[in-house]
């Protein structure tokens, strides 16, 4: 049986100890329709560079994580091509010419399987990487997410993606109810209004920790730079990327 490895990061509301062979890097919704010029967030009006600054520096911390064998898993959030599994009062929020399943600039709003729906390119999985689809805000809801988890010890979550105070809150507030630890990168998730993006993350934090910790990603990468890569495949960036649809 190997020794577990506590490692330490620098973090509010103080330091965030895991082992590496328990912890996973949980990539959310990082889509082109959410993140790339003239797909759907920007049809709405957003500016989706406060997206996209989350991009090279969650970049640094996939390469970490996957060399030193962690656990990495990415979701998306979309909807089976006929919606059934799309509520109503989901379905007719929003504009009405621009609501899920309507024709967007990059394919059907938030269908699955949709050029818009994918992951980015910088950021894509490799083969082997599970990427849990969604139909709600949280990865856990209505998703195999939890027994992923549970199939590969996992007990604590280093969290990304977007948006912060919607998917990102989301799943982390799923993740604390189910007695998970998450450290929420600070600097690798983002939200296409500043202000929401520094509330969401000062409420993870708050009261002593109540829903997790955050961190800037310099801290993390440094702490784990001092790790032995874990699993048997590690290190796994030599691996091919999984075929893309589009």
């Keep these: 049986m190997a020794v577990a490895e506590s490692l330490s990061v620098e973090a509010a509301p103080y330091a965030f100890t895991f082992d590496p ?26 500016d989706v560079e406060q997206l996209r600054r989350t991009v090279a520096p969650l970049r640094a911390v996939l390469d970490a994580c996957r060399a030193a064998g962690m656990a990495v898993l990415h979701t998306r959030e979309g909807h089976l091509p006929d ?53 709600g805000k949280g990865a856990f809801y209505a998703t195999e997410f939890g027994e992923l988890l549970s199939a590969r010890g996992i007990r604590r979550l280093v969290v990304t993606g977007v948006t912060t105070e919607v998917c990102v809150h989301t799943t982390v507030r799923e993740a604390n109810d189910r007695g998970y630890e998450c450290l929420v990168l ?19 934090a708050a009261q002593g920790g109540i829903f997790g ?28 990327p999984a075929p893309q649809p589009h």
């Design 186 to 204: 600070s600097d690798c998730v983002g939200s296409y209004f500043p202000q929401f993006q520094q509330a969401g993350l000062e409420m993870v």
């Design 21 to 46: 062979a328990e912890t996973a890097l949980v990539l959310i919704d990082m889509q082109r329709d959410f993140l790339e010029p003239g797909g759907f967030g920007e049809s709405l009006g957003n």
């Design 83 to 135: 919606l059934s599994d799309c509520p109503p009062s989901k379905l007719l929020r929003g504009n009405p010419s621009l609501r899920i399943g309507d024709p967007g600039p990059k394919g059907r709003i938030l269908i699955r399987g949709e050029e818009g729906h994918d992951i980015i390119e910088e950021l894509y999985p490799l083969a082997g990487e599970p990427v849990i689809d969604k139909p």
């Design 213 to 240: 910790w955050t961190a800037e990603s310099a801290a993390f990468l440094t702490t784990l730079a001092t790790a032995a890569p874990v699993g048997p495949d590690a290190p796994e960036t030599a691996r091919e």
